[in-house]
């Protein structure tokens, strides 16, 4: 599939949804959805437009936000156990798990400093 194939794709969904507006509003519109679903493989496009004109994406009866329409086509991709070609990579998130000392010592800290804080306040004193 081409980028052609794609734009084409992108065309027919808006066909779907009986788009209203004049010849520079929908050439717009087709341009926002273009610059963001554009980055990603046709095939893809293709297949996304396909499954949002079978109200199968977004609120049936409405036209899918562009976002919607990516977020269904990165999920497809995931779904078939394809790598995400095109797609941004999220980073993984670690966590760190703290010893149980380190979260007494942290939690006096805070109570602390909020003691202080509250000092500070009946005292009088801006704290900006």
């Known amino acids: 599939m081409t980028s052609e194939d794609a734009k084409k794709a992108i065309l027919k969904l808006f066909q779907c949804y009986n788009l209203t507006g004049s010849d520079t509003e929908r050439r717009l519109k087709f341009e926002a959805y ?21 109200g199968r994406v977004g609120n049936p009866g409405f036209l899918p936000s562009v976002g919607e329409l990516y977020q269904a086509a990165f999920k497809a991709a995931q779904r078939v156990g394809k790598p995400a070609y095109g797609y941004p990579k999220l980073e993984s998130f670690t966590t760190t ?32």
Do not use: F, N
């Open 34 to 54: 273009w610059e963001i679903l554009g980055e990603l493989p046709p095939h893809r496009i293709v297949d996304v437009c396909r499954q949002a004109g079978q």
């Open 97 to 128: 798990a703290y010893p149980v000392d380190d979260k007494a010592e942290i939690a006096k800290g805070l109570k602390d400093l909020a003691g202080e804080l509250a000092a500070s306040k009946i005292m009088g004193l801006q704290t900006r």
